[in-house]
């Protein structure tokens, strides 16, 4: 299988930066696709950011301008990195990582643990 590790979040003040990261691990052949959902209390999990393994980059609207996704291919690694962080950012953020294995080819669909992001004074 292929297992996906999250760094830890934390409290960060309006205005801030964090940066998370998410390394993957297993049987991996090839990550196509790499990303960053959040899941606010009440409400459904949404697509924050992707990025293919072409380094194609995607954005939800509300975090363009403000988050960073990239990865690090050696390191079967994807980082988000939060700038001017606002209240409502605060979410569990889980990494996603799809791609396929070594072993026959097949393909995965792997989240991460999720680590708490709140931003408030």
């Known amino acids: 299988q292929v297992q996906l590790v999250e760094s830890a979040g934390g409290l960060v003040q309006p205005g801030g930066s964090l940066r998370l990261s998410c390394a993957a691990s297993?049987?991996?052949?090839?990550?196509?696709?790499m990303g960053w959902y959040r899941q606010a209390p009440g409400k459904e999990r949404e697509l924050v950011a992707t990025?293919?393994?072409?380094?194609?980059?995607n954005y939800a609207d509300s975090v363009k301008g403000r988050f960073t996704i990239s990865r690090d291919n050696a390191k079967n690694t994807v980082y988000l990195q939060m700038n001017s962080l606002k209240p409502e950012d605060t979410a569990v953020y889980y990494c996603?990582?799809?791609?396929?294995?070594?072993?026959?080819?097949?393909?995965?669909?792997?989240w991460g643990q999720g680590t708490q992001v709140t931003v408030s004074s």
């Open positions: 297993g049987s991996i052949f090839s990550i196509d696709l």
């Open positions: 990025i293919t393994s072409g380094d194609t980059t």
């Open positions: 996603n990582v799809q791609g396929h294995r070594s072993t026959y080819y097949r393909r995965y669909d792997s």
